[in-house]
């Protein structure tokens, strides 16, 4: 089975966009993770690369200091075996004359000038200054004060004149100069090799060793290199720091005191890569070396912001790419799902414009609105359609006494009643119920569907229903009873004599007979022919005999008033009267006066054997229904009500013959 019906059937739909973020999310943190590592990876990839190049720099200047150093120890040596300079010294140590105090004088200026000593003297063996590069010769006077060397230089002279070897003095400071120096004693013999005295020669500490500290070419603004020397409990700063702002000439600092000071650690004995913090307490990555044949210590520095800060830079852009495109793609895929939902949305409110457009539409051909009542605030509130139909602006709310006023006032305590028990029952409501709008005092028809129930927002009873204008169906709906009622009469009707049909007859009759069987009554029916009406309409025509028909019919409903009396066309010149309620005598009298009504309309029949008039013959019987079946009662009247007329047609005509078992109570013509 396919993994992914599976996966929509078992998760449901919400679960599974929580699950998708989780694996996304999760992807994320994986990528981040990864990128972080990375990013270490490479942080420590750029540090080793720092370091390296600490330690090479380090390296480097400690041999350029330590061959500095042998170079000027190199120079002294050479000063030392120059035997000219041993003679310049002998003949002005033997007769120190302007002259050879001016040659002498001269090869210390050059020492100066050339070498690029910052001083050089001549000392003698005691270790008193007695010739510099400018001044006079001084000879020993005694009581005088003399300028003799600070005792490291006194003692270099001692093993100068010793060994007969160049000695240098460490790099110090005395009252002698303003500045640190280096000094380098070179011993002098006369051409007996009888010691002279030494050239004393001194340079500048910061002057001359500070361009061999300048950091080589590198981007980083704080790269600087240390000089120092431990001196006892404290670290001493050879040459002043470069980047301190106040750091004075002569700097030192008590090593416990700064634990994590990188110039410290190095005074401890520590070497190569020191992690700490320098003289300005700034965090820097520095590297220590030893400067050969001297206790002095380099210390390469950087800062480490600085030192990283192009690392972190590049990374941080790298994460920063990758974040933006990630954001990119995070961004992307939220604006297609947007744009998606927004479609979605659109499409949605498109279909639902196109159903409310549709429902309004079907609303207005239907003439239906909808509303919704709120018990609480005895309001409705409309649609544009149920506005309509009050005849109220679209959307406006009606009021209770808005919509009570509308009724019509024949209807308003019974929809009254009928709405208040739809509320109190909260059953469904459906009527129908006039109004009488009060815009244009129109009479209007409604019908209303509606439901209470309690809305859940509001807590409070509603009634939601439709309301639609019934008004013209109501009409043609009157107008059709109207005219089905005049059918109905009109199928009851004769159309030629307006008497009531055969139709109608036998629909009468049951009645007739239940209602005198039911009062114990009896009930007679009179059948009535026209005599020789055959030869009429052969003589006067048809449309003469209709009128003939129609003015007998006429007659015979005139005579016949009585309350419950029925005249009826039983067929062609036939004619029927019931009479409820009438005995065979008043059923007789009847019948004749019937006769004698017709005679006496005095309708010409000149062909008639009779008389020459329209006459008619009758029929006449009475029976009491009592127990008797209706059909069976029914027929019995017509049988023996059509025996008697036969009985008078055949006794000459123009008469009224009651039904009697013995065929002789005929009514002879009257005159
Ligand atoms: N003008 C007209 N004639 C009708 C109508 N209905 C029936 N008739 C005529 O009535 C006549 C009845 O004639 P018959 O049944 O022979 O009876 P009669 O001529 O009246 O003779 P008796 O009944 O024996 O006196 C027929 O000629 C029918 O055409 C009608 O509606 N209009």
Redesign the pocket.
Known sequence: MPIAPLFSRWLPRLWRRWLLAAILLALLLLVGARVWQAYQQRVETYRHQVETALRAVSQLQAANIADWRVRHLGDAADLTNDPLLMDAVAHWAAAPTPEQTSILQERLRSLEENLRYTAAFFVDTRGVVRLDSASQARAPEPGAPQRTLDPPETQALRRALDSAQPVGVELHRSAAFAFPFFGVLAPIYGPDNGPLGAIWLVLHAQARLAPLLETLPNSNRSAESLLVRREGPWVQYLIPPRLGDAAPQDMRQIMDDAPLDVAVQAAHGERGILHGVDYRGRPVLAFASTVRDTPWILVAKVDQDEALAQAQRNEWMGMALLASLLLLLGGSAFAGWQWQARRREQALRNELQYSLHWLDSAQKAARVGYFAYYARSEEFFMSSMASAIFGLPPQERMTLRQWVAMLHPENRAEVMQVHRQALQQCSPLHTQYRIVRTCDQQERWVQVWGEYAMDPQQNTLRMTGTVQDITERRQSEEQLDRYRHTLEEQVRLDP?TQLANRRALDEALPLAWAQAQQRRRPLALLMI??????????HY?????????QQVAAALATATQRQGELVARY???EFAVLLPDADSAQARVTAQRLCATVRALALEHLTSPVRHCVTI?VGATCLYPENSAPAQGIALLFEQADAALYQA?NTG?DRAVLWAEQPQDATAPGP
């Not at 022919?529 to 052969?538: L, P, Q, R, S």
């Not at 025509?541 to 028909?549: F, Q, S």
């Open positions: 030629l022919d026209i005599d020789h009406f055959k030869a009429y309409n052969d025509g048809h449309v003469g005999g209709d009128h003939c028909l067929g062609g010149e013959s047609k005509r």
